[in-house]
């Protein structure tokens, strides 16, 4: 599986960003797929997590409630909604898949590139 993360950009706190990640290759609706971040000087952190089936969800504290991740099988995408973004939220992020307790853990298989969010205050 090659994932392609896009939908990074500049916004002011308060705002809102959709990070998208394409899939290639026909498995995508096995995996489990998943997002992180990682800020300068910062270890990489998990920050969502959604089931092959998009049944289950998971969250890190600080996102719930203003993040949501969805997917959509049909064209191998999974997608991060990002509302009431704050500076703290700006970091390089990174898509995720593999099994769910590897996505979960950070030991995931296949890594996307990074898309830069940046959030000013």
């Known amino acids: 599986v090659q994932l392609q993360a896009s939908g990074g950009g500049l916004v002011q706190a308060g705002g809102s960003l959709r990070l998208s990640c394409a899939a290639s290759g026909r498995t995508f609706s096995s995996y489990a797929m998943g997002w992180f971040r990682q800020a300068p000087g910062k270890e990489r952190e998990f920050v969502a997590a959604?089931?092959?089936?998009?049944?289950?969800?998971y969250y890190a504290d600080s996102v719930k409630g203003r993040f949501t991740i969805s997917r959509d099988n049909a064209r191998n995408t999974v997608y991060l909604q990002m509302n009431s973004l704050k500076p703290e939220d700006t970091a390089v992020y990174y898509c995720?898949?593999?099994?769910?307790?590897?996505?979960?853990?950070?030991?995931?298989?296949?890594w996307g590139q990074g898309t830069q969010v940046t959030v000013s205050s």
């Open positions: 995720a898949a593999d099994s769910g307790p590897a996505v979960v853990a950070g030991t995931a298989g296949y």
């Open positions: 959604i089931s092959w089936s998009g049944g289950s969800t």
